[in-house]
């Protein structure tokens, strides 16, 4: 299975992102029967989970964007998105998805920019 971030770029402050993840080549129970998450990491700094979508179709975020973002799963394509509103500079990082257990190996990631 390989992990694909997309949807990346550089924005203004105040703009708009939707982040895809599609795990390639992924079974369905594996995708279907995990909480998907997305994570980011800033320069220097460690990943941390920013959202969360469970296998009961339950969503959980950080603090820091609740709000602002909304994950969502398209179960008939396989893929995690992340829909990123009023994004703020402090948003800037490099965005990956996974399963909660980490059972896929991390994709590249996709960088997102905000500028002020």
């Known amino acids: 299975v390989r992990l694909v971030e997309s949807g990346g770029g550089l924005v203004q402050a105040g703009g708009s992102l939707r982040l895809s993840c599609k795990p390639s080549g992924i079974i369905t129970s594996v995708f279907n029967g995990n909480d998907w998450v997305w994570y980011r990491q800033a320069p220097g700094g460690q990943r941390d989970l920013v959202a969360r979508f469970t296998t009961t179709r339950s969503t959980i975020y950080a603090d820091s964007v609740k709000g602002r973002f909304t994950i969502s799963k398209d179960y008939a394509k396989k893929i995690v998105y992340l829909q990123m509103n009023s994004l703020k500079p402090e948003d800037t990082a490099v965005y990956y998805c996974?399963?909660?257990?980490?059972?896929?190996?991390w994709g590249q990631g996709t960088q997102v920019t905000v500028s002020s």
């Open positions: 996974n399963t909660l257990k980490e059972s896929v190996d």
